[in-house]
């Protein structure tokens, strides 16, 4: 089976960087590139005071957070990911970008590397049709944020090769984390199930039932959730649930995931939430304030 020492990471920003820090952790060598220089570093500085506050904590050892920082690479250029073992992509949730990323680093990675996307919602068997090694690609969709959460889905394309699965499956076991296997169909489990839901609490804000702190108020004390629909929408990013209400919406041609309208007027007003300091609340202040 495929032994996995090295992964390459295509993508600095809050994924990239936290499946970077706990590949790290884990005593895994990790390279990341980006686009810009600038985005590496602050990958890397997120991941440094990441490990600083879990080192605080108890959580992990001084010497596990040296460990850590000295498997961390930064790559100036997509050819520094040459000799990885496993290349894992976690940009946008765009498939057009996607492919120009596979398009990019297929001619570089050696022959028996594997490939594998943190798409959220993206049709595996589609994007692994776009590189030169099907058989050696699938999804290893990781939550966020990946250093708390404990579930990674696995996602098979119609082409994946038995080994490929069972060295994925080994990579992430190894960092304590729980599997699920998904088909491949649009958004998979979590986002399959999680999405719609925000999606309907935002037509209920759409549609005047509540505001913004009734409806997460009703969810996080009436339905027990840890975060209401709607600061989790924020924190989540609202481009990235569009694309995926999207993605199901195109996918399954039901149109009970049709997106709200509403979720498309924030975005084209570029409150995608946290990431802006505006989405369904207003974080400029000392405390969030909802925007409706």
């Known amino acids: 089976m495929t032994e996995i020492k090295s992964i390459g990471i295509i993508g600095a920003g809050q994924m990239g960087s936290g499946i970077a820090h706990v590949s790290a952790l884990s005593g895994y060598d990790v390279h990341i590139y980006d686009v810009s220089d600038d985005r590496i570093e602050a990958g890397l500085a997120t991941i440094t005071g990441n490990l600083a506050r879990q080192l605080s904590k108890g959580q992990i050892t001084e010497a596990e957070r040296d460990s850590a920082a000295s ?3 930064a790559s100036k250029g997509i050819e520094g990911l040459a000799e990885v073992d496993l290349a894992i992509e976690a940009a946008t949730e765009d498939e057009t970008i996607k492919r120009k990323i596979f398009a990019a680093l297929c001619p570089v990675l ?4 594997m490939l594998a996307s943190n798409t959220s919602s993206i049709s595996i068997t ?3 049709a776009a590189t030169d090694r099907p058989e050696r690609f699938m999804g290893i969709h990781f939550m966020n944020p990946v250093p708390i959460m404990k579930l990674v889905e696995l996602v098979r394309g119609i082409a994946t090769e038995d080994e490929t699965f069972e060295a994925a499956k080994t990579y992430v076991q190894g960092m304590g984390k729980e599997i699920t296997v998904a ?3 649009p958004a ?3 986002n399959r199930i999680l999405m719609p839901m925000i999606n309907e609490a935002i037509y209920t804000l759409y549609e005047g039932v509540g505001s913004v702190e009734a409806i997460d108020t009703a969810l996080k004390l009436g339905a027990n959730h840890p975060m209401g629909p709607l600061q989790l929408a924020d924190f989540i990013g609202l481009d990235t649930c569009l ?3 999207q993605v199901l919406y195109e996918g399954l041609a039901d149109s009970k995931y049709r997106p709200c309208p509403l979720l498309v007027k924030y975005v084209e007003a570029g409150w995608l939430g946290r990431k802006t ?3 369904f609340y207003d974080y400029r202040g000392d405390a969030p304030v ?3």
Do not use: W
């Not at 050696?110 to 590397?113: F, I, L, N, Y």
């Open 71 to 73: 498997h961390l690479f």
């Open 110 to 113: 050696k022959p028996e590397a």
């Open 126 to 128: 589609r994007l692994a």
């Open 183 to 185: 088909e491949d169909f």
């Open 188 to 190: 998979f489990i979590v």
């Open 243 to 245: 694309s995926i209400m």
């Open 277 to 279: 300091n505006r989405g």
């Open 290 to 292: 909802p925007t409706r």
